[in-house]
């Protein structure tokens, strides 16, 4: 099938969110992990690609990012979206803002916009400022992420040192008053000559009236929810069409394994959560790591019973995430643990795992790379913005759930297993 959207996202959890997301449409989705070696062949409506990028070198994610639009046209993408985190991960450098300008200069296009608002996970955007339930981002717990701290709420402050055009605001007023009315801001915005336009929505209404006002944008760019309503805006303009002839999603029988590189709130109470209901657990130690490398979890995921689905994690309060990267730096604490949970997982699935839940966006991106993984075909949604994936590993049929930070409620892990069915 021909390409209609091109997707591309800064990190695979970010992907998976989107392909759950758009996958609602039901019409087919694909993710890629990174730029296919191959040109495209037996693409999907709506395509994903997947970048390891949100905290990589500005050069080096503009340039994984043009790589990724040169084989999304080439499949025959018209529409193209820029996926970031929900909580606009970034640092003043990037990647959010660079990536977006040069996607616009490929493309041609002069204005797009900025609206990372995911209101089923308590993402909002009121006056250009973020909020993460009922706090400010910069008092949310985000403000002590391991990798992109994030001190400011306000959308246009982050990302002005980001970029070199305009930064301007569309705010939830204009918003409440209709796509009519957003479309006549966002012109004025660009006789003004505002390129990146930050707009509010605290409402999945919101993000309906956005794909109303912004659905023939070329470039549009945001977290997953505000793609959500446009495959249906396309269907019913006749742009795109269902395709039932998507093939059964399946994982072969065997066992499973959950494996935890995020260090968020949320994933904090589902680790102790999972570990309460009694299930095996073996906490991952960065300065233990660095001593004496992953054998130990290695040794104790081969000594687990079949019917238990052990759970290894790396995730610690943000003091004893500090105390370690003080030591270790930064860098080489988050590879030591995303290296050990890569290894853990490849274990896992020559001891007989063919289902995996993996917690982190970073980890996650680790985990599949030490599988092999290519291509996930996106499944049924176990929480807004987590997708059970099918792929193939190491000559097997797996189901994979890659779930990002904060997303989830407390009991996401045996949730996940249950829907799956054992
Ligand atoms: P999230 O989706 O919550 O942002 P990520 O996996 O993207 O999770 O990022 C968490 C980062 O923190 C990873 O690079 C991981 O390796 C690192 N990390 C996890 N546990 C620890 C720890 N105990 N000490 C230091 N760094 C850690």
Redesign the pocket.
Known sequence: MTTFLGAIAD?L?GATDLAGLLARSGIPVSLRMGVPEHPPAETAALEIIALKCRNAPVDEAVEDTLAALHWLRQAGAQRFFWKYCSTFDSTPRGNIGPVAEALMRALGTSQTIYCPAFPENGRAIFMGNLFVGEQPLSESSMKD???TPMRDSNLMRILRPQVTLAVGLANRLVVAEGPQALRKRLAQLHADGVSHVVIDAVANNDLHTIGLACHDMTLLTGGSAVAMPLPQIWLDQGLLSRDESRGRLRAEEGTAVVLS????AM?TRQVSAYLESGQPGFRLD?LGLAQNGPNEALDWLSKQAPEAVPIVY???APG??RA??EILGVER??ML??QALAACAVKARDLGARRYIVA?????GAVAQALGVTKLDIGMEIAPGVPWCFARTGGHDVAIALK???FGNETFFSHALEILGT
């Open positions: 990190d959890t992420h391991p990798l590189g995020s260090c968020s994933t960065p790396a995730t610690a004893a995430v370690a990267q604490a988050s643990v995303e982190g966006g970073e980890t996650s990002s930070g904060n």
